[in-house]
T-cell receptor, first 111, second 118 residues
Framework: AQSVTQLDSQVPVFEEAPVELRCNYS??????LFWYVQYPNQGLQLLLK??????LVKGINGFEAEFNKSQTSFHLRKPSVHISDTAEYFC?????????FGTGTRLTIIP | DTGVSQDPRHKITKRGQNVTFRCDPI?????LYWYRQTLGQGPEFLTY????????KSRLLSDRFSAERPKGSFSTLEIQRTEQGDSAMYLC????????????????FGQGTRLTVV
């Protein structure tokens, strides 16, 4: 079975500062990895995905993530955050389509 | 296509009543998933369909929960004899699933149905 650990439940960051949201996964086989964002009272929107190929993947809104197989990590980064990035971020893993999510990281941007 | 749609967006019900939610997936997607999300938690898998076949059901899902996808298009999730612990956001997602990376898409989520049991 696959599992995902998001180490930080809350991350406060000053506006225009860089941010990294951490995600570690556990799986005995190759998996697909995703980051989703959720704004209040909304569904989940895909930020980016890793299926295969280049380990550095770029997503929407200036986010990127790096797949590290040896460390079983898929950390999300953004070089300069904006107030509009305030949201809940979920890392997820899938093997055969069913997603397993982490518990989420609440990103709060401080003006 | 306007994406995955869920109806209703909000539902308040009294304990013991039955409720039914509907999900309309993206038309060309063969897979449909139901998740439940409580405050401060990540979405929790409930069940999923490939076309009209229900392929997996979470062990956490009690017998009061049932889901259908009769023609491989829209799906319904019914909760019988609701309990206060059923209060949550119910999320539906759809995807295209095939044997190759080129025929796999990520899951697209609807806006969710927020259930409040009073």
């Amino acid at each position: 079975a696959q599992s995902v650990t998001q180490l930080d439940s809350q991350v406060p960051v000053f506006e225009e500062a860089p941010v990294e949201l951490r995600c570690n996964y556990s799986s005995s086989v190759s998996v697909y990895l995703f980051w989703y964002v959720q704004y209040p009272n909304q569904g989940l929107q895909l930020l980016l995905k890793y299926l295969s190929g280049s380990t550095l993947v770029k997503g929407i809104n200036g986010f990127e993530a790096e797949f590290n197989k040896s460390q079983t990590s898929f950390h999300l980064r953004k070089p300069s955050v904006h107030i509009s990035d305030t949201a809940e971020y979920f890392c997820a893993v899938t093997l055969w389509g069913k997603l397993t999510f982490g518990t989420g990281t609440r990103l709060t941007i401080i003006p | 296509d306007t994406g995955v749609s869920q109806d209703p967006r909000h539902k308040i019900t009294k304990r013991g009543q039955n409720v039914t939610f509907r999900c309309d997936p993206i038309s060309e997607h063969n897979r449909l998933y139901w998740y439940r999300q409580t405050l401060g938690q990540g979405p929790e898998f409930l069940t999923y369909f490939q076309n009209e076949a229900q392929l997996e059901k979470s062990r956490l899902l009690s017998d009061r929960f049932s889901a259908e996808r009769p023609k491989g298009s829209f799906s319904t999730l019914e909760i019988q004899r609701t309990e206060q612990g059923d209060s949550a956001m119910y999320l539906c997602a759809s995807s295209l699933f095939g044997n190759k990376t080129s025929t796999f898409t990520e899951a697209f989520f609807g806006q969710g149905t927020r259930l409040t049991v009073v």
